[in-house]
């Protein structure tokens, strides 16, 4: 089965190259994108396939959240206005020793009904309880780079018993290739602040053995910072260099207060750099360094941290933000242009998480894919269709979403998700944990 979509514009980058194609033609077989460009000179129309006018509406990839924790949607709004290592160690770690996998379940589903609507196709999940996280994500229909948090101070020699890796190892050999490619996992060292750096290598270690990526938060807070210096005397970044970790494929989130010679080590290692300014503005924990990384020529992604910390999984906010914010801490208007912000939460986002052949409307990429109402005051007049996607656009201007060729959501109706009941199991869930 494939769509056949015309009259409508669209907006991607290609590779390098942004792309604007108005009154465009966009066709789908499967999973794959075959057509992207003018009217069909052969005079087809689509024949055997679905027909969708796209009319005063725009096309753009999927939305990649480069940095999540999905399941704390169940936290969203608790225990809020504190600094971070108050905010988790104080508050949100007491909570999370109380979750079943249970829990996790239908706090991921809520996740992932609020970012399908919100046009994110793809997210890179750091939790527990995975094994549950990728049932939700297969139920779901959104593709996913999953990865077990993994904590351990404990500094030691052999780590072979370490019930936490082994759990990873398991929701890897389930779940990575899953579903048509979809579910993919990663390994996932929380941070140098839980992690002995022992520890750190046997994670490193085994990721190698598997042939997958890492996964980590790194220099999130000053205090994060200035702890490394004092007990290892070097930065987060030099010390997660020096244990070998950025040696396979890296996505490092937040990098709120990485130096120069920090996105030195990490250009050369090809590390990708997650942007979440909304999670690191409202846990005071500063701004990263964006335009620096993007002017080193650093993969610069976006995530939305989890809920609890932010509080939504708004990708169109995180891109506004990204935008702005830079522009007003430099009083400078092209510290980062509103083309960049968008190619952070799409192809930047894919990149960074290995999926190579998303992130783009381009024949042969898979097709993930938004539609969004373009029609509405806020857009108009639609002077610059870039700008009116980092500056304008709200989630609610989302249309229809596919993933890998299938819609799971048109028009505010879900395709893939039983929203009433995952409504009332979450209720329940908060009612235990809350009430």
């Not at 907006?11 to 057509?35: F, H, M, P, Q, S």
């Not at 160690?89 to 992932?112: A, C, N, P, Q």
């Not at 906010?317 to 935008?323: F, G, K, P």
Request: charged fraction near 25%; include cysteine; glycine fraction near 8%.
């Amino acid at each position: 089965m494939g769509y056949h979509i015309e009259n409508i514009t669209v907006v991607t980058w290609d590779n390098d190259e942004l792309r604007i194609i108005k009154n465009a033609t966009v066709e789908t077989e499967g999973n794959k994108i075959t057509y992207v460009g003018g009217n069909k000179n052969d005079g087809s129309k689509g024949e055997g396939k679905v027909g969708i006018d796209g009319t005063g509406k725009v096309l753009i990839p999927g939305l990649v959240n480069a940095h999540t924790h999905v399941p704390m949607t169940l936290m969203r709004s608790y225990a809020d206005d504190l600094d971070l290592h108050t905010w988790l160690f104080d508050h949100i770690f007491k909570i999370e020793d109380r979750l079943t996998d249970e829990d996790v379940y239908w706090g991921s589903l809520l996740g992932m009904m609020e970012m399908i609507a919100g046009g994110t196709t793809c997210f890179n999940d750091m939790y527990y309880f995975v094994d549950r996280i990728a049932e939700a994500t297969a139920e779901s229909g959104m593709r996913a780079l999953l990865s077990r948090g993994l904590t351990n101070n404990e500094d030691k020699d052999d780590y072979s018993d370490d019930y936490r890796i082994k759990e990873a190892v398991e929701t890897f050999k389930k779940w990575h290739g899953a579903m048509n490619d979809r579910i993919r996992v990663a390994f996932a060292p929380h941070a140098i602040y839980t992690c002995a750096p022992k520890y750190i290598r046997a994670i490193r270690d085994t990721a190698e053995k598997f042939g997958t990526c890492i996964h980590v938060h790194v220099d999130e807070t000053l205090k994060e910072h200035n702890d490394s210096l004092n007990q290892f005397g070097k930065t987060p970044v030099r010390h997660l260099y020096d244990l070998g970790l950025f040696d396979l494929p890296t996505i490092a989130a937040h990098c709120v207060h990485v130096t120069e010679q920090d996105m030195e080590l990490m250009k050369e290692k090809s590390v990708s750099f997650v942007h979440n300014p909304g999670s690191n503005l409202k846990l005071g924990s500063g701004i990263a360094p964006v335009p620096e990384a993007l002017r080193k020529g650093l993969n610069v992604a976006l995530g939305t941290d989890g809920a609890s910390s932010n509080n939504n999984l708004n990708m169109w906010e995180e891109m506004n933000l990204a935008a702005l914010i830079h522009k007003g801490v430099r009083r400078d208007p092209l510290a980062v242009r509103a083309e960049e912000a968008f190619k952070m939460a799409t192809v930047n986002g894919a990149k960074a998480l290995g999926f190579n052949n998303v992130g783009q409307i381009k024949e042969g990429f898979v097709a993930d894919m938004v539609i969004l109402n373009f029609s509405k005051p806020h857009y108009l007049p639609e002077h610059n269709p870039v700008s009116n996607l980092a500056y304008s656009a709200q989630a609610s201007d989302v249309e229809t979403v596919f993933v890998d060729g299938r819609i799971l959501y048109d028009k505010g109706e879900y395709k893939t998700l039983d929203t009433e009941k995952i409504l009332y199991n979450v209720n329940k869930v908060c009612q235990r944990l809350f009430g």
